[in-house]
T-cell receptor
Framework: AQSVAQPEDQVNVAEGNPLTVKCTYS??????LFWYVQYPNRGLQFLLK??????LVKGSYGFEAEFNKSQTSFHLKKPSALVSDSALYFC???????????FGRGTSLIVHP | DTGVSQNPRHKITKRGQNVTFRCDPI?????LYWYRQTLGQGPEFLTY????????KSRLLSDRFSAERPKGSFSTLEIQRTEQGDSAMYLC?????????????FGDGTRLSIL
């Protein structure tokens, strides 16, 4: 069975500082990994994905994520946080054997001015 | 690309009533998914369609829930005899066909409140 863990319910960071939102996963076979962002009363918006290739994936709004196979992790990063990045972030995982992604519980990112 | 559209945005109903939600996916997407999201949780898979065929249903989808996608375009999710525990945000998403490697595009959801 697939599973995704986001160990932090909330991450606080000052504007201009780098941010990291953590995600670990468990899937059978090669993983397909995704990050989504959700603003209040809105649906999820796709940020980036890892399918294969380079371990560092670049996505929308300056976000990137690092795939680490040995640690089964896919942490979301941004070099310099903005107040407008404050939102709920979800990590999701699937594999070639399943078209249905499993989502983590989400991490609330709060960027302080 | 007009995005995924869900209607209504909010639904308030009394326990025991039936409710129906509609989802209009991105037109070229042949996969459509329904999820339920409660506070503090990520989306939980309910069911998915490839074109008009319902290919998978979660054990979360009790007999009171039914979903259709009659012409492979829009979809409806019906909940019969609603219960307090059905209160949640119901999200619809669509994607291109692919072996699980396609990102999903979500609508803004229908928030259901059971009185």
């Amino acid at each position: 069975a697939q599973s995704v863990a986001q160990p932090e319910d909330q991450v606080n960071v000052a504007e201009g500082n780098p941010l990291t939102v953590k995600c670990t996963y468990s899937v059978s076979g090669n993983p397909y990994l995704f990050w989504y962002v959700q603003y209040p009363n809105r649906g999820l918006q796709f940020l980036l994905k890892y399918i294969t290739g380079d371990n560092l994936v670049k996505g929308s709004y300056g976000f990137e994520a690092e795939f680490n196979k040995s640690q089964t992790s896919f942490h979301l990063k941004k070099p310099s946080a903005l107040v407008s990045d404050s939102a709920l972030y979800f990590c999701a995982a699937s594999s070639g054997g399943s078209y249905i992604p499993t989502f983590g519980r989400g991490t609330s990112l709060i960027v302080h001015p | 690309d007009t995005g995924v559209s869900q209607n209504p945005r909010h639904k308030i109903t009394k326990r025991g009533q039936n409710v129906t939600f509609r989802c209009d996916p991105i037109s070229e997407h042949n996969r459509l998914y329904w999820y339920r999201q409660t506070l503090g949780q990520g989306p939980e898979f309910l069911t998915y369609f490839q074109n008009e065929a319902q290919l998978e249903k979660s054990r979360l989808l009790s007999d009171r829930f039914s979903a259709e996608r009659p012409k492979g375009s829009f979809s409806t999710l019906e909940i019969q005899r609603t219960e307090q525990g059905d209160s949640a945000m119901y999200l619809c998403a669509s994607s291109l066909e692919g072996g699980g490697n396609q990102p999903q595009h979500f609508g803004d959801g229908t928030r259901l409140s059971i009185l």
